[in-house]
RNA sequence: GCCAAUAUAGCUCAGUUGGUAGAGCAGCGGUUUCGUAAACCGCAGGUCAAGGGUUCGAGUCCCUUUAUUGGCUCCA
C-alpha cells in the first residue's frame, strides 16, 4: 500500500496506521498529531488503519479539524469526571465548538462554581491516567442494550434516531464508555491544559418543547500557556464589549423601570446614529430613493392583510384585547412592508414608474422573549434604514445588485466590510407553517435569487429556515465580540406581497401586472450598527462619526479666552469640538480625553495664544506638531471629510 | 419563555458567623496657574435594585418582582 505523507510516497503495510508510521520515522514530534485526514477529507483516529493507498494528512492542534478532535476528546473527558463525580447525571451530547467544546447532561441539580471546579479537578487526575481511548462498533440491537443497561436514555434515543444501516460506533476510556463517531486523540494525557468557562441550560435537540439539559462550557489547549493566551484574548474581547464600552462612554444606558430591551440613547449614541442616518438618506437620495414617513401603528386590519396578524402576532406590541373582533384593536409595527406599501397603492402605476425605490428611517416594535435582549444588539425598539423596491420582473437581478452594492457602499465607508460574510437564508420546507405561498413559489424564488447571487459573485452559505415568512433573504451577517453572529443587513426578495395588498402595474402590453417587491435594509439597524462599531473601534471611533472631534485644552487659565475663540472657530468650521477649561495639569486633561477616544486634542499655552496657534495631538499620543489655527482646522476637516477610518 | 450568575455613592469595588454604611476615582467649594499619565485643602454624595418575610435587630438569611450579563430557543 502506497501512502502520501507530507507530501512524500512511503510504503504502508496492509493494517498498518499514520499513527505508527509517525511514531517510527518522526519520533520526536509524533505526540504533536492527533489524528489524520483521509484524501476524501474525513478525519479518522491517529492509529485507525488505513485501508488504501491514498494522500492523508496528519493534524495538529493548528489545524482547524484537529483542534476539533482535540476539543472533543476533551468534552469526553469532562463527561468522565462528571460521571465519576455525578453518577446519576445522564448523558446527552458534547460536541467541539469553535474556541472549546461543551457536554449536555440531564441531572436535576444545577452545577455550581465549586463543582466546576471539583470537575476540573477530577478531568486533571483522569488525563494523567494516560488513558487511550478504544474504539469499537456495535449491532443497532446490541448497542441499544448497552446504553439501556449503562441506564443512558438520550444515547437511547440517539441510536434510535440513526439511520438502521449506520455503524454504531463506541469508544471506551477507562471505565467510562460513550457512544460517540469520533474520532479522538490517542491518547487524554495530550490535554494539558483546560478550563471549564460556564453553565447554561440547553434543550434536549434544541427544540424548548423538550427537556432542559445542564451545559457546561469548556475549553482546552495542549499546553498551559496556550490557554492563558485563549484566556487573556477573551478579556481582551470583553474590554471592546459594547454594552461595557458604550455604557462607559456614555453612548447609551438603561433603566430598569422603562423596561428590558429599551436603551435611552444619551447624546453620544445619538450624535453617531444621526451622523449614519444623515449619511444615509443622502447617499440613497442620490442614488434614486424617495422618502417617505410612515405611521409606527395601525389596526389589525392591515396586519390580516399583511400575513402579520397570522405569522408574526407574537412578535407584536398589540393594543387591546386581540380576541375582541368587534373592538378597535392597534399593533405597534413590527415592520414597515405594509405601511410603505400604501405609497405605492396611492394611485395606478405605469410600468414607466419602475422600479420605484422608498425609502424611510424607520422606528420599528418587536416584543422580544425576555431573555434574548442584548444591549443595543437586541432591543425592543429600533430604527432601521429601510427600504422597498417595486420593479418588473426582468429588473429584479439590476435591483437587487443595486441593493448589495449600496450596503456593501455603506460597509466599507464604517470599516465593516471585510467582518462580514453572507446568507443565503431559505425557508424550511419541513415547517411550511412558519411561511404564506406555496412551495413552488418558494422554490421559484429561491432559484431567482441564487442566481442573482451567482451572478453576482459574492461568497455566501446556505440556510434552511431563515428566511422572512414572505420570502428569502440575503443576509449580510457579522459576528460581535462575544462570537456570536447576527444579521447587520438584509436585502429580500419578495413575489408575494404585492399580490395580497393588490399592488399593480399596467405593462408595456397593457396588462396589469404584480410587480416584484424587494425588502432591503442598506446599513441595517442603526443602535446594532452602532454596536459593532463600538466593538469594532473599541470605543475611539474614526473622526468623521466621533461624536466629539476635538477637544480644546488650556495650560493656565490665561488661555482661557483664546480658546473660547478656537472652539468657536472650530465649530464654525462644523467640527464637533468643545474646551476643557478645568484647573488641571495639562497631562490628565490630554489622559482624560485619550480615555474619551477623542480624536484630535488642540493644547495651547502663553506662546500659541500669542502666536494664535494650537499644538495637535492626535488620541494616540503623537504630537502632530504647532501650527496656525487655520491649519489644525483643515487637518481635522480632512480627516473628517474623507471617512478615513483612523 | 427556559437554565444560570449578578445588583452596595456617578464609576471601580470593600463590607467578617446578622449588631449604627466604607475607600479610591469622578463631582462641588476654595487654594494653586503649572507644558503632556493624575497639584493641595475641604465638602457633599447611599430607602444597599424594588416589595414582602424571619429576627430584639437584615446590605448580610428566606420568598416574590424588576433589571443587567452569559447560554438555550427565537430574530434586524
Not at 430613493?289 to 402576532?313: C, E, N, V
Not at 384593536?329 to 420605484?356: E, I
Not at 459576528?479 to 408575494?496: A, P
Amino acid at each position: 500500500m502506497e501512502l502520501t505523507i507530507f507530501g512524500k510516497p512511503c510504503e504502508m503495510a496492509e493494517g498498518g496506521s499514520v499513527g505508527q508510521w509517525l511514531k517510527d520515522n518522526a519520533p520526536e514530534d509524533f505526540k504533536k498529531y492527533l489524528a489524520v485526514e483521509l484524501a476524501d477529507g474525513t478525519v479518522q483516529d491517529l492509529f485507525a488503519p488505513i485501508s488504501a493507498s491514498q494522500a492523508v494528512k496528519p493534524l495538529t492542534f493548528e489545524d482547524e479539524a484537529g483542534r476539533r478532535v482535540f476539543f472533543h476528546s476533551a468534552s469526553h473527558l469532562m463527561a468522565m469526571a462528571v460521571k465519576k463525580l455525578f453518577p446519576q447525571a445522564k448523558l446527552a451530547i458534547g460536541p467541539a465548538i469553535e474556541n472549546g467544546f461543551y457536554y449536555d447532561f440531564d441531572i436535576d441539580e444545577s452545577f455550581s462554581q465549586e463543582d466546576l471546579q471539583k470537575i476540573e479537578k477530577e478531568m486533571l487526575s483522569l488525563a494523567k491516567k494516560s488513558i487511550r481511548p478504544v474504539r469499537s462498533t456495535l449491532a443497532r440491537r446490541e448497542a441499544i442494550a448497552k446504553m439501556e443497561a449503562l441506564g443512558e436514555p438520550y444515547k437511547v434515543e440517539l441510536i434510535q434516531d440513526l439511520p438502521e444501516d449506520a455503524e454504531l460506533s463506541f469508544y471506551d476510556m477507562g471505565d467510562f464508555v460513550d457512544l460517540c463517531a469520533g474520532p479522538h486523540l490517542p491518547n487524554l494525557s495530550y490535554i494539558k491544559a483546560f478550563k471549564l468557562t460556564q453553565v447554561a441550560g440547553a434543550y434536549w435537540r434544541g427544540s424548548e418543547k423538550n427537556k432542559m439539559l445542564r451545559r457546561i462550557y469548556g475549553t482546552a489547549f495542549p499546553s498551559k500557556d496556550q490557554l492563558a493566551a485563549h484566556l487573556e484574548h477573551i478579556e481582551d474581547m470583553k474590554r471592546r464589549d459594547h454594552n461595557k464600552i458604550g455604557r462607559e462612554l456614555e453612548y447609551f444606558t438603561t433603566v430598569d423601570y422603562i423596561g428590558q430591551g429599551l436603551p435611552i440613547l444619551m447624546p453620544k449614541g445619538t450624535k453617531v446614529i444621526q451622523i449614519l442616518e444623515r449619511f444615509v438618506e443622502d447617499e440613497e437620495e442620490r442614488r434614486g430613493y424617495l422618502r417617505t414617513k410612515t405611521p409606527l401603528m395601525a389596526k389589525r386590519d392591515l396586519y390580516k392583510i399583511s400575513g402579520h396578524w397570522d405569522h408574526y402576532r407574537d412578535g407584536m406590541f398589540i393594543m387591546g384585547d386581540p380576541d375582541d373582533e368587534a373592538a378597535e384593536v392597534f399593533a405597534l409595527r413590527p415592520m414597515t412592508c405594509p405601511f410603505q406599501f400604501q405609497v405605492y397603492l396611492n394611485r395606478t402605476r405605469s410600468y414607466r414608474d419602475l422600479p420605484m425605490r422608498l425609502g424611510e428611517t424607520s422606528t420599528l416594535f418587536r416584543n422580544e422573549s425576555s431573555g434574548e435582549m442584548h444591549g443595543l444588539i437586541r432591543v425592543r425598539q429600533f430604527t432601521i434604514s429601510e427600504g422597498h423596491l417595486a420593479c418588473t420582473p426582468d429588473q429584479v437581478e439590476e435591483e437587487f445588485r443595486g441593493c448589495v452594492e449600496l450596503a456593501q457602499f455603506f460597509l466599507g465607508a464604517v470599516g465593516l466590510g471585510d467582518d462580514v460574510s453572507y446568507r443565503f437564508s431559505k425557508w424550511d420546507e419541513n415547517d411550511k407553517e412558519k411561511y404564506i405561498g406555496n412551495p413552488e413559489d418558494w422554490e421559484s424564488a429561491q432559484n431567482e435569487m441564487r442566481k442573482i447571487l451567482d451572478d453576482i459573485g459574492i461568497d455566501y452559505v446556505e440556510a434552511d429556515g431563515e428566511a422572512a415568512f414572505y420570502g428569502p433573504k440575503l443576509d449580510i451577517q457579522i459576528k460581535n465580540v462575544h462570537g456570536k453572529e447576527d444579521t447587520l443587513i438584509t436585502v429580500q426578495i419578495d413575489f408575494q406581497l404585492a399580490e395580497r395588498f393588490g399592488m399593480v402595474y399596467i405593462d408595456r402590453d397593457g396588462e396589469k401586472k404584480h410587480p416584484v417587491v424587494l425588502h432591503r435594509t442598506s446599513i441595517g439597524c442603526y443602535e446594532r450598527t452602532l454596536a459593532l462599531l463600538l466593538e469594532k473601534y473599541a470605543g475611539a471611533m474614526p473622526t468623521w462619526l466621533s461624536p466629539t472631534q476635538v477637544r480644546v485644552l488650556t495650560i493656565t487659565d490665561r488661555q482661557d479666552a483664546y480658546a473660547k475663540s478656537v472652539e468657536a472657530a472650530l465649530r464654525a468650521a462644523s467640527l464637533r469640538a468643545e474646551c476643557d477649561l478645568r484647573n488641571e495639569k495639562i497631562g490628565f486633561k490630554v489622559r482624560e480625553a485619550q480615555m474619551e477616544k477623542i480624536p484630535y486634542m488642540l493644547v495651547m499655552g502663553d506662546r500659541e495664544a500669542e502666536e494664535g496657534t494650537v499644538t495637535v495631538r492626535n488620541r494616540k499620543g503623537d504630537n502632530v506638531g504647532t501650527m496656525p489655527l487655520s491649519e489644525a482646522v483643515a487637518l481635522i476637516k480632512k480627516a473628517n471629510d474623507e471617512k478615513v477610518l483612523d
